[in-house]
């Protein structure tokens, strides 16, 4: 079938020279699948009948440097990947092909691919001056891609056995695309759901992010749950779908589970950490979660889930800076709004949050309370609560800001200079720190007058 279809002209520029040199070269992939979605195309893989080492010949600048056939071009700034055509054998490991051996046609290359809207080629061809692209689909692609649905290429047990990375990979296109799961690819999952223990925390961590950067998160994680892939890879996520919340003085419509996805629905944050935060934020309700009087209580959960997130963090392999960042946030989320709160106490909140997650915390917070079932993303009293932040900030207080100073130190208390003028000095800024309006010279002499009094009776 002649697809309308323009390559750019890096893309082109690779597929006329391995077709001039005699090979076969198709598009494929989810360029494939974008480009008929309409969605603009970034990555690009090629797939040929040419070998790693005869692409090399053809192009000197490009690299071959792993076992699965696969060459990177660079063009300008822009490095295409081509791989050759490939027949996997089996898979001893459930992640990667006992052996590779070269295909010898696009048709089998395709068969040997996860789900069939990603199994689609553009075969290049050129017609005298000029070229076209063929859209190759042996297996039902597009009309996958019509209904909305993620199908696994041929047997689903067999696919999900030979890489189980594709069981989270199948959710998170799921998700990323807003497609459903075909029934027996869906029963397939759940039956194989075990097998994702077999795969690394990094390769679980990649595709996790890309669930949670999503649209509709919320879809992913439900499928997650639904499938038992949550379970394996976010156990203590998982279980928090049998705590209820509901009841009494409590505004929570959702249980504990359903309350985290719909929070991380809700978050307005585009960071990552954050997001992953919102979505965990609560998880250490479920050991600390008791009925007083009628009343659903989680004393201390943030304590508890802090620890839990640091765990995740390792399992996830998380970097120091992303394992301290949600630790943060999901161990100083549960902070008062009082309007009654004193500078001290601001101050401390953004000691423990650490200024560069102040924001990340408010749409934490954002999330947590949307995700709760509340109509307004913010109260008045957070409102407020972010406006006393900047104005905290704006006035940064160190011993230096005090009203008085080391000669007013030593002129009342008759003494000389040395350490003892700091430790008077550092006793009057902890005051003050607890309330700035003591900031003030009248005060701060009585007080010296006060500390002479003491050490002269």
Known sequence: MKADIKLPSHVEAICKNLTTAGFEVAVVGGAVRDL????????????????????????????YNNSFG?????????????????????????????????GKSLEEDLKRRDFTVNAMALAYQVSGTRYQVELVDPL????????????????????????????????RFATTLSFDLEDETKKSLAKNCKLIRKISGERVREELFKIVNSKEPDRGFLIAHETGILAEILPELDVCFEVPQKSPKRHHIYDVGMHCVMSLKYC?????????????????????????????????????????????????HLSHEQKEKLYRLV???????????????????IKHVGLECVEDMMDLRVGDRLGGGLQQPESWRLKLFRQRIKEVLKKP?????????????????????????????????????????????????????????????
């Open 36 to 63: 008929l979605r309409g969605e603009t195309v970034t990555d690009w893989d090629l797939t040929t009948s040419a070998t790693p080492a005869e692409i090399q010949k053809v192009f000197k600048n490009s690299f």
């Open 70 to 102: 696969t060459v990177g071009i660079k063009t300008g700034e822009n490095i295409v990947e081509v791989t050759t055509y490939r027949t996997d054998k089996s898979y001893s490991d459930n992640r990667h092909p006992d052996e590779v051996v070269w």
């Open 140 to 171: 039902g692609g597009q009309e996958d891609l019509k209904n909305k649905q993620i199908r696994t290429v041929g047997n689903p047990d067999q696919r999900f056995g030979e890489d189980a990375l594709r069981l989270i990979r199948a959710i």
């Open 268 to 316: 307005p944050s585009g960071d990552t950490i954050t997001r992953l935060a919102t979505l965990l934020h609560d998880i250490g309700k479920a050991k600390v979660a008791k009925t007083i009087d009628g009343v659903r209580t989680f004393y201390n959960h943030e304590v508890v889930g802090g620890r839990q997130v640091k765990n995740i963090a390792d399992r996830l």
């Open 331 to 349: 161990r100083w989320h549960q902070f008062s709004v009082s309007e009654d709160q004193t500078d001290s106490a601001i101050r401390r909140f």
């Open 397 to 457: 207080f160190t011993v230096a800001d005090l009203k008085v100073n080391g000669n007013d130190v030593m002129k009342i208390l008759e003494i000389k200079p040395g350490p003892k003028i700091g430790d008077v000095l550092n006793k009057l800024f902890e005051e003050v720190t607890g309330d700035s309006k003591l900031n003030n010279r009248e005060h701060l002499i009585a007080q010296l007058e006060k500390l002479k009094d003491q050490v002269t009776s």
